[in-house]
Every structure is written in structure tokens, then in C-alpha cells.
């Protein structure tokens, strides 16, 4: 019966803590592959060539899945940058290299995976044969809607939604809805496929994922101070710029990118027990905030392909103890000489 409620089960051992693994905006760039000579500066163009994916990228999440040993690893968005990958190279080398830990893994698409040329249906086809993937390209708006069953003493301990955030607009594919965020149908989709899952297992915790921020981010930071404006440039540490509340953390780098209005999400979240909501796309934001209930997380930029802060590289850690209560905690890297 619980086959039939989530696309995917993982289960966990008796009494055991889930430790999950968050990764997010790699953004794996080949400059050989750029389709304007002008698009990328001398500079960059030697320090993303195409035999730098390990110094830039596999260094990096190697060290953060060897440091934490996860159950699981989320990949929130943006693993390639598909304008940068025509020849879908990087994204074949991508999966090959998440296959190898073996260690299920569950990514997303961010609004950079689907400009490849190659397409969607390619991509999604790729991730969903890997034998470590959970991943499933859904059949509502947007092509990574699924979730997947904590199960532990025989019972839903929670329920994960994965999400696209859409946005992608760099690409002719039609599969792809070019403008930022939920289609109405993937909000149907959530509360539907909740409710059923609520029928049969009662109140079930929810963590989601997706990849660009939602206007519930800035009110969080706006509703506990650390911020005047919900659109408020300022840049702080929490805990040292300004007092932590609620066992926040992390750094607001820079303006929240993306940042958008679904109407009703929070409403919805709230009436399935969603207690933690993680996203990327800002590459110097990591803060974590709780409101209403629940804690959203910007998870970490993970290697140094595009933007970064490099005091802000890394991954972050959700630990998932027996009686369902997590906390998350970000895992700090040094840039690689």
C-alpha cells in the first residue's frame, strides 16, 4: 500500500537517525562547449575548461559525503550549466560520478539544468537510469515533481517532496515553463497526493525542495528582525550581525535572487505538516529561519563553478532523529588552491 502513495521508499533501521545530505548549484560549466566566443573571459575560460569538473565540483561534494556519510543526498537545482552543456558531457559525467557512492540520491532541476540543447526528455531519461537515482519526472508542470517515503518500524516517518521551481528561460523546449515558479497543477498535485498519503498514515511530517526561493524566505527573515524590508539589501550573520532567534543561523550574503509569491503556499504547507523547506539558487545566502512552523534553509553553494563567496562553500546536513524531530546544520569548505 505505501508503494502506491510516494514514488519512492527509503527505509530506515530501527531507532536509527537519517542523516541527509544537501547539495545545491554546482553549476557545472565546460567553457570548450560555450556557444559565444565573447560569453566567458580569458580567465574563465582556463578555470572552468574541461578537465576541471574535479577541482571545481567532485572535489568538493567527495570531501562533504566522505565528512557526513549520508543516508541520502538532495541536490536542490542547477547540477550543470546547461547553456554550457550542448553535448550533454557534463551531465553524463555528473550522474556517473552521484552514482558511484552508492548512496540514493535525489536532485531537481534548477533554472540552468534544461538550456542543454540535448533536451529534457535526454536528461530526465539519464538521471532515471541510474541505479542510485531516485528520481522521477512527474506528470504535472515542470519535469522533477516526486516524492519519496521515510519508512522506519514499518510506518511513514515523513514524506520529502521534490519540486521544480521552473524558470529556465533559456531554452526553445516546450516541456519547460520558462517563467518562475508553481504551476497551479503541481500545487493540485501536493495536495492531493498529501491527502491521500494523510488517509492512510495519518499527520505525516514534510520536508520540500525546490530550487528557487519563495517569498516565505524574506518574510521569515523579515518577520524575526533580521531584516526591515522583505526586499532589503543588508547583509548579515546571524548571531553576530544580529541576535539568533529559534536556533537560526547562517549568513544573508546578498539580495534574495528569485525571489517570488506563490499565492496560498504557506497555507498549503502548513495543512500537510511541513516542518522544513529547502532551496538554493542565491549562492551567498545561507540562512535558516523559522517561521510559522517552519524552518526554511538556504542551503550552501556547493564548488565554484559561476559566483561564489568563498567563505561560503560547502553542503548542508539534515539530521532526522527517531521521534522526528531535525536540525540542520551547514558544513563549511575552503576553496581548493
Known amino acids: 500500500m505505501m508503494d502506491g502513495l510516494v514514488d519512492f521508499i527509503l527505509?530506515?533501521?530501527?531507532?536509527?537517525?537519517?542523516?541527509?545530505?544537501?547539495?545545491?548549484?554546482?553549476q557545472v560549466i565546460d567553457a570548450s562547449q560555450s556557444r559565444h566566443e565573447d560569453r566567458l573571459n580569458s580567465v574563465e575560460k582556463i578555470i572552468w575548461a574541461t578537465n576541471t569538473m574535479d577541482v571545481n565540483c567532485f572535489n568538493y561534494i567527495r570531501d562533504l559525503v566522505h565528512r557526513t556519510k549520508p543516508d541520502?543526498?538532495?541536490?536542490?537545482?542547477?547540477?550543470?550549466?546547461?547553456?554550457f552543456d550542448d553535448l550533454s558531457t557534463s551531465w553524463e559525467k555528473y550522474?556517473?560520478?552521484?552514482?558511484?557512492?552508492?548512496?540514493?540520491?535525489?536532485?531537481?532541476?534548477?533554472?540552468?539544468?534544461?538550456e542543454s540543447i540535448k533536451g529534457v526528455d535526454w536528461q530526465c531519461e539519464i538521471i532515471e537510469k541510474a541505479s542510485y537515482s531516485?528520481?522521477?519526472?512527474?506528470?504535472?508542470?515542470?519535469?522533477?515533481?516526486?516524492?519519496?517515503?521515510?519508512?522506519?518500524n514499518s510506518k511513514f516517518k515523513r514524506v520529502i517532496y521534490m519540486m521544480d521551481s521552473n524558470g529556465c528561460g533559456n531554452t526553445s523546449d516546450p516541456s519547460v515553463k520558462k517563467t518562475v515558479g508553481?504551476?497551479?497543477?503541481?500545487?493540485?498535485?501536493?495536495?492531493?497526493?498529501?491527502?491521500?498519503?494523510?488517509?492512510?498514515?495519518?499527520?505525516?511530517?514534510?520536508?520540500?525542495?525546490?530550487?528557487?526561493?519563495?517569498?516565505?524566505?524574506?518574510?521569515?527573515?523579515?518577520?524575526?528582525g533580521y531584516q526591515k524590508e522583505l526586499y532589503d539589501n543588508a547583509a548579515y550573520t546571524i548571531g553576530e550581525d544580529v541576535p539568533a532567534k529559534n536556533s537560526d543561523f547562517g549568513r544573508r550574503g546578498e539580495i534574495f535572487k528569485g525571489l517570488h509569491e506563490v499565492p496560498d503556499l504557506l497555507a498549503l504547507f502548513k495543512k500537510h505538516s511541513v516542518d522544513g523547506v529547502f532551496v538554493g539558487h542565491s549562492h551567498c545566502n545561507s540562512i535558516s529561519v523559522l517561521y510559522e512552523g517552519i524552518r526554511w534553509t538556504f542551503g550552501l553553494k556547493s564548488g565554484t563553478y559561476d559566483r561564489y563567496d568563498p567563505k561560503m562553500l560547502g553542503g548542508t546536513v539534515i539530521d532526522v532523529y527517531p521521534d522526528n524531530s531535525f536540525k540542520v546544520e551547514h558544513i563549511y569548505q575552503e576553496k581548493y588552491k
Open 95 to 114: 550522474v556517473k560520478f552521484m552514482d558511484g557512492f552508492n548512496i540514493p540520491w535525489a536532485p531537481i532541476f534548477g533554472n540552468h539544468d534544461n
Open 134 to 152: 531516485l528520481f522521477k519526472r512527474g506528470n504535472v508542470t515542470g519535469n522533477s515533481n516526486y516524492t519519496i517515503g521515510i519508512v522506519q
Open 11 to 26: 527505509e530506515v533501521e530501527e531507532e536509527k537517525n537519517l542523516r541527509i545530505l544537501q547539495i545545491t548549484d554546482t
Open 72 to 83: 541520502l543526498i538532495l541536490i536542490t537545482g542547477d547540477l550543470v550549466y546547461g547553456e
Open 182 to 224: 508553481f504551476a497551479l497543477d503541481q500545487l493540485t498535485w501536493f495536495d492531493e497526493t498529501a491527502n491521500r498519503i494523510e488517509s492512510f498514515a495519518g499527520k505525516v511530517k514534510k520536508f520540500v525542495c525546490y530550487h528557487i526561493p519563495t517569498l516565505e524566505f524574506a518574510l521569515a527573515a523579515t518577520n524575526a
